[in-house]
Nanobody, 129 residues
Framework: QVQLAESGGGSAQAGGSLNLTCVASGSRSTGCVGWFRQAPGKEREGVAAIRTGTDRIYYADAVKGRFTISQDNAKNTVSLQMNNLQSGDTAIYYC???????????????????????WGQGTQVTVSS
C-alpha cells in the first residue's frame, strides 16, 4: 500500500503562486506520480505527472509554462509549484500514484486515470480575480 498526503492548498489572487506538496509513505513502489484537479461540476482532470525516480515530466496544456512538478526522492515528496494562477485553476487538487507501470501510462497520464491506484484526500486551491 501507498499512502499519499497533500498539503499547501489555500487562497491566492490571480497572478499569484502556491506550492503543493505530496508526501508518500508505505511499502510499495510507485511508477508514476501525478497531480489531478476537480472543479465543482466538472470531471477530474490531469494536471501534471512525473515518472518516479526520473526527470521525465508531463503537463496538461492548460498549465504548461505556469506549473512545475518536481520530486525529492530522499523525502518521498512530489511538489507542484503553481505560478500565474488564474480563476480557472480553482479546484480540489489530488495527488495520485500508480504501481510500477510502462512509460506510456505516465506520458498519457491525463487519459489513464484508471491506472492511478493510490489517491490522497485532496487540497483546496481557490484563486480570486
Amino acid at each position: 500500500q501507498v499512502q499519499l498526503a497533500e498539503s499547501g492548498g489555500g487562497s491566492a489572487q490571480a497572478g499569484g503562486s502556491l506550492n503543493l506538496t505530496c508526501v508518500a509513505s508505505g511499502s510499495r513502489s510507485t511508477g508514476c506520480v501525478g497531480w489531478f484537479r476537480q472543479a465543482p461540476g466538472k470531471e477530474r482532470e490531469g494536471v501534471a505527472a512525473i515518472r518516479t525516480g526520473t526527470d521525465r515530466i508531463y503537463y496538461a496544456d492548460a498549465v504548461k509554462g505556469r506549473f512545475t512538478i518536481s520530486q525529492d526522492n530522499a523525502k518521498n515528496t512530489v511538489s507542484l509549484q503553481m505560478n500565474n494562477l488564474q480563476s480557472g485553476d480553482t479546484a480540489i487538487y489530488y495527488c495520485a500514484a500508480t504501481t510500477p507501470v510502462l512509460e506510456s501510462v505516465c506520458s498519457s497520464f491525463a487519459a489513464r486515470r484508471d491506472k492511478f491506484t493510490y489517491w490522497g484526500q485532496g487540497t483546496q486551491v481557490t484563486v480570486s480575480s
